[in-house]
């Protein structure tokens, strides 16, 4: 009999609630058992609530198992598990699992499946091809393909991806980089983190595609230093694709086609939520404080050491293998108006399912709190759900039905940022949840522009009185003023975009603003 | 954690060269700008378990950049101490998503229970607590993270169990 393989995620989240503990238990089982197994540590399928998933390969394709937990191995090998025995923890075969199957993975296709640090994996499943046909294109014919694909920037701010890689390979340079932004900040999004610990090499190639198309041979991943597991991972990746060849001197030797030099390394931050925004993160690598820099010169011109740098999301530079392997056209296909393609969604905080669920765009808020995350974990009514991170606006029940394209959620006065969606029952405060907003912009404020140093303190303050019902018109006002200042007059999104949580807390949810009785101006 | 490493200008000397250096070799001219500054005081705090005030005369040399300009960016990065911490750190998530999943009651169950709240260590020194804004780690909300051991859909019973292991008297 050929050793049976089992996988169980070594993705961070999953080794969170005990995927560690669970690999080596049912290791130490086999060996008690005298059963020769391989215990494959694979990336998350991103079905959190089922973690630690625990899948077995039969014969009949992979089995799913989950939640497992350390004490319910002994019982699993019982049941005989291995053969794909019946548990109550089985879940059937995976692919076949509703929320894997009604995803269109393009990004996400291999995270889960594959050991994410090996190459040879990764080559069986179709990683590298991408690469290997853009070391036989023109620079321009693969921006060209980048172009078609119709990708927008998956960070947040939607800028066209092709357009920017044109701009840098139009200018005439002796040097020029590649920057990976993965200072994944916004709360309620783990994409990157899942892309850089579940399928590292799917970003070295992407990088390296966009360093033959802008003509840079040296780049940077900025990863966040609360990201220590997706850190290591990368770092590990990018040696083995160095010791293969895939990065270094001849980028092209693996695959024997003529030479083109790209190497990369890992930068980690230092706790700055600000360093997300692409000029701040640029000042970060160069070893200052992480401000923002007025735009322009853009990046594209003047980056990193003044040098035109491509900034870009993980999930941007993620999506470009796929491009390049199956053409722009065929990722254009995905998705409605002016948003192609896919995005991976973040569902998380209090819903049932919660996890990675990457769609084309077009799927409405509703179908994915409550079809596909199940309503709240609590059971309790859901009250609100903010969309885009700590900048994103807190939608209300009755706007559920918008669709999750970024026009649409502009729409709506929202945005949908890089793609994190949380979800609130109803004993949320949301005055509580509009001061934290400017709290956290206070917290997080790189001090160079005043009206978001200076706004958002006074927007703490300001929501205090509403709260305390002193002079609350009067100070509702004044919140409003405050945030079209902040909106108009922010150097960045970060106080730009503080108004939007801000302003849909008020305006959806007037009451919570109500609560206390007013207060005599004397009490102040 | 990492047992803090007693201050000596002969080891924090040679961490900023071999940082600088490494930055030299990637990045040629432009590695020999501040860009190695970052990973240098992320080398002194592994090592040292903090950055001591002694440091920064030495960097700003190494880099020839102004002790301002090494004061300016270690008190702007929130993960750069300026003492060291207790033996073991639990950062516990503040933002939205584990908003929603209640961290509020058990940060309020370690300040009732154990009289402990974030951004302080216990008195014995063996525990840090401190606040951080995502972990990555939404889906399992609430999260944390102990020393380097990610935690999901803890509670305060996990709490109880953590400041246990960590052996602090609180």
Redesign the interface.
Same mark, same amino acid.
Request: glycine letters at 14%.
């Given at each position: 009999m050929s050793v049976v393989k089992i996988f169980v995620p070594c993705d961070?989240?999953a080794?969170?609630?005990g995927a560690d503990r669970v690999a080596r238990a049912i290791a130490a089982e086999a060996v008690s058992r005298k059963i020769d197994v391989t215990v494959v540590r694979n990336g998350s399928r991103g079905m959190?609530?089922l973690?630690p998933l625990v899948e077995v390969e039969t014969a009949f394709g992979r089995i799913a198992f989950g939640p497992v937990k350390p004490g319910d191995v002994a019982s699993l090998f019982d049941a005989g598990f291995l053969t794909g025995g019946a548990h109550r923890l089985a879940l059937g075969k995976t692919e076949e699992i509703d929320w894997l199957q009604r995803q269109q993975r393009l990004t996400f296709a291999r995270i889960g499946v594959i050991d994410p640090v090996s190459i040879e994996d990764y080559r069986q499943l179709g990683g590298f091809a991408g690469l290997s046909r853009a070391l036989t294109m023109a620079q321009t014919a693969i921006i060209e393909e980048v172009i078609a694909s119709g990708l927008r920037g998956r960070g947040g701010a939607g800028f066209p991806t092709g357009i920017k890689w044109k701009t840098v390979q139009s200018v005439v340079a002796a $040097?020029k980089y590649i920057v990976c932004n993965a200072d994944?900040?916004?709360?309620?999004?783990?994409a990157? *983190?899942m892309v850089m610990e579940g399928d590292p090499f799917m970003l070295i190639e992407g990088m390296t595609i966009a360093g033959l198309a802008v003509g840079a041979t040296?780049g940077f991943v900025y990863i966040r230093?609360?990201? %220590?597991?997706?850190v290591a991972t990368m770092r590990k990746a990018i040696e083995r694709a160095r010791a293969a060849g895939f990065l270094g001197p001849n980028t092209g030797k693996p695959f024997g086609l003529g030479g083109a030099t790209f190497?990369l390394?890992v930068?980690?931050?230092?706790?700055?939520?600000i360093c997300g925004e692409e000029t701040s993160l640029l000042e970060?690598?160069?070893?200052? *404080?992480?401000q923002v820099r007025a735009k322009p010169p853009l990046p594209a011109l003047k980056g990193?050491?003044g040098?035109p740098t491509v900034i870009n999301n993980v999930l941007s530079l993620a999506a470009v293998p796929w491009v390049l392997a199956h053409g722009g056209k065929a990722y254009a296909d995905y998705g409605m108006g002016r948003s192609r393609g896919t995005k991976p969604l $973040?569902?998380?905080?209090?819903v049932k399912r919660?996890?990675?669920f990457e769609t084309a765009f077009g799927m409405t808020l509703r179908q994915l709190v409550m079809e596909i995350g199940g309503g709240t974990?609590s059971g309790r009514p859901l009250r609100a759900v $903010?969309v885009g991170g %700590?900048l994103g606006a807190y939608f209300p029940e009755s706007l559920l039905d918008t669709p999750l394209d970024y026009e649409a959620m502009a729409a709506a006065k929202g945005m949908l940022g890089h793609g994190?969606v949380?979800?609130?029952?109803d004993t949320?405060d949301m005055a509580a949840?509009a001061r934290?907003a400017f709290e956290?912009c206070a917290?997080?404020s790189?001090g160079k522009c005043t009206p978001c140093r200076i706004g958002s303190t006074r927007g703490v303050e300001t929501i205090d009185k509403i709260r305390l019902g002193f002079e609350r018109d009067k100070n509702r006002a004044l919140v409003e003023d405050l945030c079209t200042t902040m909106t108009d007059g922010s150097l960045c999104a970060l106080g730009g975009l503080t108004p939007y949580p801000v302003m849909s807390a008020l305006t959806h949810f007037p009451e919570d603003f109500n609560r206390s009785a007013p207060t005599r101006v004397a009490a102040e | 954690m990492n047992p803090a490493t007693s201050w000596d200008e002969t080891s924090a000397r040679a961490i900023i060269d071999a940082e600088r250096s490494k930055a030299i070799d990637f990045l040629g001219p432009d590695g020999e700008t501040a860009t190695s500054l970052l990973p240098i005081l992320h080398a002194l705090q592994e090592y040292f378990g903090y950055v001591d005030r002694a440091a920064i005369p030495l960097i700003a040399d190494a880099l020839n950049i102004s002790k301002a300009e090494v004061h300016g960016v270690v008190t702007f990065y929130h993960d750069y101490r300026d003492a060291p911490h207790g033996t073991h750190v639990l950062k516990i998530c503040r933002a939205e998503s584990c908003q929603a999943m209640g961290v509020q009651r058990i940060v309020d169950h370690l300040r009732n229970r154990h009289a402990v709240k974030p951004g302080t260590t216990t008195p014995d020194r063996r525990l840090t607590i401190e606040d951080v804004y995502c972990l990555g780690n939404c889906a399992l909300s609430p999260a944390a993270l102990f020393d380097d051991e990610p935690m999901g859909r803890i509670d305060e019973a996990t709490i109880d169990d953590l400041i246990a292991s960590a052996g602090a008297r609180t």
């Open positions: 961070s989240a080794v969170s609630v959190y609530w973690e $040097q994944e900040g916004d709360s309620g999004t783990f990157d *983190r040296k230093s609360e990201y %220590p597991h997706a190497d390394e930068r980690v931050g230092a706790g700055a939520y970060s690598l160069e070893g200052k *404080r992480g990193l050491f040098k $973040q569902l998380a905080g209090n919660s996890g990675l974990a $903010q %700590p994190g949380v979800v609130f029952d949320v949840q934290f956290f917290i997080e790189c | -």
